[in-house]
């Protein structure tokens, strides 16, 4: 029987399979699947042919619950399912290149078994991942509803509180109360700026177009001058080449920047400067943001990009900010990183490619605000 022969053969098989999947050029054998991972197919295959071999017929229906449960597994273990799919497969060869190799009589009926049992396997294996992908996108999204929900609401009560204290007159609006309003309405305003952005990533390709950068920037520089001054904070825009070109979606480029610039005012200490920089060579376009935040807790820095991670006492917002702007950079073939100066600041830098240049004798954008 099959599930003899799986049995005596066992290390050869394994010795076998992980030789054909070391070989594989896509997808890529990890550590995990070739220390690991190939025994457990191998285990799985021969407990399901043991069941289905069994004179019991009802235990048949054990061979797609084995399935379901080994998929489950190997999903919860980080394989992707194409390493699944070709694993199998790579089993399968192994298991009939030995049987003909060493003369074993194996019967068709057996060999027909050994295909169902497969097929059975993959089908169950695909379906178990599926259904793992979807409850895990269902958790997130509810997840996500969640905390846009109860932020929303926080920040509506805060500012109808305010205006409700305003409205009676008792108290001038560039108070204590007045500046409370304001922080609520722009956070009103952040809030949905990022959800829009969520919505724009997920919505498919990003809308990429030729944009002048020094224009770009000028943008950035009114409503960020704005905000500059309402927290007794000084910004300073560099210069720009205004015949530098970038090829970007703007809304999602204008979403991460701009989230950036808002960090860098959260941050930074009162009567503290934050600096808005561009510089470029022949591929690649450079937008730097410098806050004087203090700088961040050793080995922090690349958990600034996680979902729902702050880095300070300050818990306004949802943390998802630098999540989805390195989203957004990554959207138009960027990158984003950080730069941590231990007790000065940090310097975000947004990195992208360069676009054919544009010929202007325009003066360039930029300058400092104070």
């Given amino acids: 029987m099959l599930y003899e022969f799986l ?30 991972g190939v025994p457990l197919f191998l285990n799985q295959i021969t407990e ?28 919860r273990q980080g394989f992707t399912i194409g390493q699944v799919v070709h694993d199998y497969g790579d089993v399968c060869q192994a298991v009939t290149e030995l049987a003909v190799e060493t003369g074993e009589p194996i019967s068709s009926d057996d060999f027909r078994t050994f295909n ?53 007159g008792e108290l001038g609006i560039n108070g204590t109360t007045g500046q409370l309003h304001e922080r609520s309405l722009k956070a009103l305003l952040d809030l949905v700026d990022r959800s829009l952005t969520e919505v724009r990533l997920a919505a498919g390709p990003p809308k990429r177009i030729p944009i002048r950068l020094a224009e770009f920037i000028e943008e950035l520089e009114i ?22 070109m970038i090829q970007v979606d703007r809304q ?28 470029a060579t022949r591929e690649r376009v450079r937008i730097e943001v410098e806050d004087e935040c ?29 999540a989805i702007s390195r989203r957004a950079i990554q959207a ?4 984003l990183s950080v730069q941590d100066h231990p007790g000065r600041g940090c310097v975000f830098t947004v990195d992208l490619p360069r676009a054919a240049r544009v010929s202007t004798t325009m003066p360039a954008f930029g300058g400092p605000q104070g």
Avoid: W
């Fill in 223 to 244: 409503g960020a001058s704005i905000e500059a001054r309402s927290r007794n904070l000084n910004l300073t825009v560099a210069v720009v080449d205004y015949g530098l």
């Fill in 48 to 75: 399901t042919l043991r069941l289905a071999e069994s004179p019991r017929r009802e235990e048949d229906s054990s061979i797609g619950r084995s399935a379901a449960l080994h998929g489950g597994d190997l999903r």
């Fill in 294 to 322: 203090g700088g961040l807790p050793a080995g922090t820095a690349d958990g600034l990009f996680l979902p729902f991670e702050q880095r300070s006492g300050d818990r306004q917002g949802l943390g998802l900010g630098l």
């Fill in 332 to 335: 138009n073939e960027g990158l």
């Fill in 252 to 279: 999602l480029l204008a979403s991460a920047v701009t989230n950036l610039l808002h960090n860098a005012f959260k941050f930074t200490r009162s009567n503290g400067h934050v600096s808005l920089t561009t510089s």
């Fill in 7 to 36: 049995t005596l053969y066992r290390d050869e098989l394994i010795k076998r399979t992980r030789e054909k999947v070391a070989r594989r050029m896509a997808p890529r054998a990890t550590h995990e699947e070739l220390e690991n």
């Fill in 116 to 168: 169902r049992c497969l097929d059975d396997a993959i089908s169950q294996a695909v379906t178990a991942f599926q259904s793992q992908r979807e409850d895990i996108a269902s958790h997130q999204e509810n997840e996500r509803l969640g905390f846009f929900a109860h932020e929303l609401r926080n920040l509506l009560q805060t500012a109808t509180i305010s205006f409700e204290v305003l409205k009676r």
